[in-house]
């Protein structure tokens, strides 16, 4: 794969009086993680008049979510000086129809920027936020997101990702970004608090390592309609829909070994 870099700062400075952000209390009471995601879009071709728009769109919305842009200062807050944010473009020698088809998930790990290690912990000095298009021969782009999960969740990012998605149509974001010190002002962060009150402090005793085994279920147009014809309402998306019934044969599943005489007890994150 040949892969460039550039740092993506903010449209516009951020003010010197946010340069500081403060996590809440309760960031500061989970694991301090990067949590990975990738996303795949179809598409005709990625010129680089296509690429360099992107980039343009996420710094016009990085102004917003300032913080993304910036690196960790320490275990309670980040620091937003636009530093910037650190977006990746490989280019990779196959259709993203053949992949998709039958995923490779040890090629997987290759759609996410070098410095991303499933084992590493955001250090003092580590981006927030790290960005990576994956260009596919036939135009589609897996997109991997990788991000500090004490300044971000999955709620902030998916804000992120419709403004984001909105500015690069040209259709503007006005929503504001859920970081702006609402968290920080209603749960300030307590410096003080004993180890004994972190919830998940410890919660790597409760995992194991070992041989384990990943699965695809694929959910086709059909498939989908009847699960959805199962629901007393019609609001219900697709995403919706099959996670629901994931969640049902999870709960289905974990009654079943509990009442087991020789089940194991489950910690669920």
Same mark, same amino acid.
């Given at each position: 794969?040949?892969?460039?870099?550039? $740092?993506?700062?903010?449209?516009? *400075?951020?003010?010197?009086?946010?340069?500081?952000?403060?996590?809440?209390?309760?960031?500061?009471?989970?694991?301090?993680?990067?949590?990975?995601?990738?996303?795949?879009?179809?598409g005709?071709?990625?010129?680089?008049?296509?690429i360099?728009?992107? $980039?343009?769109s996420?710094?016009?919305? #990085?102004?917003?979510?300032?913080?993304?842009?910036?690196v960790?200062? &320490?275990? #309670?807050?980040?620091?937003?000086?636009?530093?910037?944010? *650190?977006?990746?473009?490989?280019?990779?020698?196959?259709?993203?129809?053949?992949?998709?088809?039958? *995923?490779?998930?040890?090629?997987?790990?290759? !759609?996410?920027?070098?410095?991303?290690?499933?084992?590493?912990?955001?250090?003092?000095g580590?981006?927030?936020?790290?960005?990576?298009?994956?260009?596919? &021969?036939?135009?589609?782009?897996?997109?991997?997101?990788?991000?500090?999960?004490?300044?971000?969740?999955?709620?902030?990012?998916?804000?992120?990702l419709?403004?984001?998605?909105?500015?690069?149509?040209?259709?503007?974001f006005?929503?504001?970004?859920?970081?702006?010190?609402?968290?920080?002002?209603? !749960?300030?962060?307590? *410096?003080?608090?004993?180890?004994?009150?972190?919830?998940?402090l410890?919660?790597?005793?409760?995992?194991?390592?070992?041989k384990f085994?990943?699965?695809?279920?694929?959910?086709?147009?059909?498939?989908?309609?009847f #699960?959805?014809?199962? #629901?007393?309402?019609?609001?219900?998306?697709?995403?919706?829909?099959?996670?629901?019934?994931?969640? $049902?044969?999870?709960?289905?599943?974990?009654?079943?070994?509990?009442?087991?005489e &020789?089940? $194991?007890?489950?910690?669920?994150?």
């Amino acid at each position: 794969m040949e892969i460039s870099i550039e $740092k993506i700062k903010p449209s516009s *400075p951020t003010p010197r009086h946010l340069r500081i952000y403060n996590i809440s209390l309760l960031d500061q009471m989970i694991p301090c993680i990067y949590v990975p995601l990738v996303l795949y879009f179809y598409g005709a071709d990625n010129d680089n008049d296509r690429i360099q728009h992107l $980039k343009e769109s996420l710094s016009q919305t #990085l102004a917003t979510f300032y913080p993304f842009a910036g690196v960790i200062r &320490d275990a #309670l807050s980040a620091d937003c000086s636009d530093q910037g944010l *650190p977006f990746y473009v490989a280019k990779v020698k196959s259709q993203m129809k053949d992949f998709l088809q039958n *995923p490779n998930f040890q090629f997987i790990n290759k !759609f996410f920027p070098h410095e991303y290690n499933i084992e590493k912990q955001p250090c003092p000095g580590d981006s927030i936020m790290l960005i990576q298009l994956n260009c596919f &021969d036939c135009g589609g782009i897996a997109m991997s997101i990788t991000f500090a999960h004490s300044i971000a969740d999955m709620a902030s990012v998916s804000t992120f990702l419709r403004c984001w998605a909105a500015n690069a149509r040209g259709l503007g974001f006005s929503q504001a970004s859920p970081l702006l010190c609402v968290a920080q002002s209603s !749960f300030p962060h307590n *410096p003080s608090l004993p180890n004994k009150f972190m919830t998940f402090l410890n919660y790597h005793k409760y995992l194991s390592c070992g041989k384990f085994v990943i699965r695809r279920y694929v959910f086709d147009a059909s498939a989908l309609s009847f #699960l959805k014809a199962q #629901l007393s309402s019609s609001a219900a998306s697709r995403v919706n829909v099959v996670t629901a019934l994931v969640w $049902k044969c999870f709960m289905e599943a974990v009654a079943e070994e509990t009442s087991r005489e &020789d089940g $194991k007890p489950l910690f669920m994150i």
